[in-house]
């Protein structure tokens, strides 16, 4: 049972939607519609990166990264998120193993960084960082969190795409 990590196919769309919503389900935090956030941006064609791991040729998990924009207008932002796993399936690495691909892709391409809302505990392992002093207004300073790629620190607040707040 090998794991593959690949671009998103359009044919994958279906599987990534059912997927986040699946793995949404439960939470407590989630807002119900991550699986409808991945399409809206797939529609606005402002998803930079999407990719899912796929075993024995079913897709199992998803990431995506968006475009972030930095106050002072530096280029190469992006955010993190929604990443998925199959319930079933979580706490074997997966959307770990997602997630470094898709930091390396950044990487990849010079970014400058990437931030994401989510659990530091978890976030950390991959170099995410609090900066609540950069935390975008309605964003929860606890969970914002930072992994600079290109800089060392940003130098003004980072904020998410405006279609993870709705529609345009």
Not at 104 to 133: M, N, Q
């Amino acid at each position: 049972m090998s794991l593959v990590i690949r671009p998103e196919k359009p044919a994958d769309r279906e599987a990534i939607h059912d997927i986040t919503r699946r793995a949404f389900a439960p939470m407590d935090y989630a807002g119900g519609n991550e699986q409808d956030l991945i399409d809206r941006f797939r529609d606005a064609g402002a998803l930079a990166i999407s990719l899912v791991a796929e075993r024995d040729g079913v897709v199992v998990g998803q990431v995506t990264f968006t475009e972030a924009f930095a106050a002072d207008g530096s280029p190469g932002w992006y955010s993190l998120g929604p990443v998925a796993v199959e319930p079933d399936l979580q706490g074997q690495h997966i959307g770990s193993r997602l997630i470094e691909a898709g930091i390396a892709k950044l990487r990849e391409c010079d970014a400058a960084g990437c931030v994401l809302t989510g659990d530091p505990a978890y976030y950390s392992r991959f170099g995410f960082r609090i900066f609540s002093d950069l935390c975008p207004e309605g964003e929860p300073a606890a969970y914002y969190q930072i992994l600079p790629l290109r800089v060392a620190v940003p130098e003004a607040v980072v904020a998410f795409h405006p279609l993870f707040y709705g529609p345009s």
